[in-house]
C-alpha cells in the first residue's frame, strides 16, 4: 500500500512535503499552554496551497515545547486523483487527514 501512495503523491519527482510559514498568532489558553494559528504555504506533490491550521502547545517543566494538530485537506486540491484498486473495487476517499508533533528543545 505504502508504494501506491507515493505512486499517487508522486513521491519520485516530490519526496517532500513542505509548509512554508508566512504568519502565526499566538494565544494563550492557561498556564503553560498556548493555541497557534499559522498560515503558510503546503506544497503536496509539486503543488502548493495557502492555508491556515489551527494547533495546541505546551511548555514543558524542561522548558520544551510541543505543538500538536491537525488538518484536514483534500487530495483533489493539489492535483491528486484519489486512487483505486482492484478494477475500482477499492477507493480511496479525496478526504486526507494530515497530524503532526513538533517538539523543540534547547
Known amino acids: 500500500m505504502d508504494n501506491r501512495t507515493y505512486k499517487t503523491i508522486k513521491a519520485d519527482a516530490y519526496p517532500q512535503i513542505t509548509f512554508k510559514l508566512s504568519d502565526a498568532t499566538i494565544a494563550p489558553l492557561q498556564k503553560n499552554k498556548f493555541s497557534v494559528k499559522a498560515t503558510g504555504t503546503l506544497t503536496i506533490a509539486g503543488v502548493s496551497r495557502v492555508i491556515t491550521i489551527q494547533a495546541n502547545g505546551e511548555v514543558k517543566p524542561d522548558n520544551s515545547i510541543t505543538v500538536t494538530g491537525q488538518e484536514k485537506l483534500k ?15 477499492m ?8 497530524g503532526y508533533t513538533l517538539n523543540f528543545k534547547k
Open 91 to 98: 477507493k480511496v476517499a479525496n478526504d486526507l487527514t494530515i
Open 75 to 89: 487530495l483533489t486540491d493539489f492535483n491528486i486523483q484519489p486512487p483505486s484498486f482492484m478494477l475500482g473495487a
